[in-house]
Structures are given as structure tokens and as C-alpha cells.
């Protein structure tokens, strides 16, 4: 796992927590603040699963290319 994995994911929850606070005191403003943090943090978080995938696929070249030349 990654930092924007993470920090995505903390954004996320952070939201809707924010959303909940707005809904459960009839705040609109807080409710729109706290989806758009959830927005933001799924995006973030998407960010950090292709950095991820990159890196994995990268490895496993890596690895592929090692037992080639060792053949």
C-alpha cells in the first residue's frame, strides 16, 4: 500500500464522516463539503492503486527478465 492509497482512503472516511455531521445537523454546506472530500479521496486513492499496479507489473517484468537471462 502506498501513501496516496492511504491518504486516499483517510480523505474518504474523513468525508463521510464530514457528510453525516452535515446530514445529522440539517447542514447542506457540510453534507456537499463532506461529499466532495469523498470524491477527492476516491480519486486520490485510485491514483495510488494504478502507481501500485505499475509497480507490480514493473517487479514482475523485472522477475521475468531475470529468469530469462539465467536460462
Known sequence: MNRNQVK??????????????GKATGSANQQAKGLAKQVEGKVQKGAGDVQEDLHDTERDAERTADRQNRH
Not at 8 to 21: H, N, P, R, S, V
Request: charged letters at 30%.
Open 8 to 21: 486516499g482512503t483517510a480523505k474518504d472516511i474523513a468525508g463521510k464522516a464530514q457528510e453525516g455531521l
